[in-house]
């Protein structure tokens, strides 16, 4: 009952008191490089109370600052989460991005977002930009031919990779999606550095395996700046 009033009523409230927010803080967060505040300053309601990042916020600044200036076309990102990264995205881009995020609906790591965000998330593109959002697993075969079929066979300029944290899931996804990014493209994995506090996040294991056989650099926040998880980059070549 409580549940059928929330998304009767105050659903489409909070979705439209928030997309109301975000564009009032892009009023005032003008330029592509302020534009990287919003998602930590938003406040919202209900199902919509937040759109924070789930990073070390000065990792992400650096790579956002780079993937400012690669300014992409074609994104992919594994890994939706409260669609904080997502939003950063469509600032980085330009203004004709086709963006796909996949996200698996109850999903390990973060646990994916409600059906009614859909909407919300949408509202981050810039007009003339296309979001795409699959509510599925990454590794699944008929996603990998979705993902192809949304970017209509353009090559990746930018792959965002923060899903599945296992080490057979990271690398799958590598596998998966990898060879779609083209040379002068990037790559970026979250959670490269090793954690003792949840032991199934395996990518540094990964990471380790592969950053020699590439042109790479990891992105480490210092002392003071929160957990630092790492993010690890493939300038692919
Ligand atoms: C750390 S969160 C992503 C955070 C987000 N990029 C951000 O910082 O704003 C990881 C997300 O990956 C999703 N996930 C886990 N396994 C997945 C899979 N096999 N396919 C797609 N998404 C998956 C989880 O549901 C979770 O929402």
Redesign the pocket.
């Known amino acids: 009952m409580i549940k059928q009033l929330y998304y009767g009523v105050l659903a489409g409230l909070h979705q439209r008191q928030g997309i109301r927010q975000l564009r009032l803080l892009e009023k005032k967060l003008y330029s592509m490089h302020a534009r990287f505040a919003v998602p930590f300053a938003y406040r919202g309601n209900g199902f919509f109370k937040s759109i924070?990042?789930?990073?070390n916020s000065v990792e992400?600044e650096e790579l956002y600052k780079i993937i400012c200036d690669l300014s992409p076309s074609i994104i992919l990102?594994?890994?939706?989460?409260?669609?904080?990264?997502?939003y950063l995205w469509t600032q980085a881009a330009t203004v004709d991005a086709v963006i796909v995020s996949?996200?698996?609906?109850?999903?390990?790591?973060?646990?994916?977002?409600p059906l009614c965000r859909v909407p919300f998330y949408k509202s981050f593109a810039k007009q003339g930009q296309q979001i795409h959002l699959l509510r599925?697993?990454?590794?699944d075969v008929q996603?990998i031919k979705e993902v192809g079929g949304l970017f209509g066979n353009r090559p990746v300029d930018f792959a965002?990779i923060?899903?599945?944290?296992t080490y057979e899931?990271v690398k799958a996804d590598f596998l998966n999606y990898g060879n779609l990014v083209r040379p002068g493209g990037i790559i970026a994995f979250?959670?490269i550095l090793p954690t003792s506090e949840f032991p199934d996040i395996q990518v540094f294991r990964f990471w380790q395996e592969i950053k020699d056989k590439f042109n790479t650099k990891e992105l480490i926040g210092p002392g003071g700046s929160g957990k630092k998880v790492g993010i690890g980059l493939i300038f692919v070549v």
């Open positions: 924070e990042p789930r990073q992400i990102e594994i890994g939706t989460a409260r669609g904080g990264t997502l996949v996200d698996l609906p109850g999903g390990e790591f973060g646990g994916a977002y599925k697993d990454s590794h996603t965002f923060d899903g599945d944290h899931g979250h959670d």
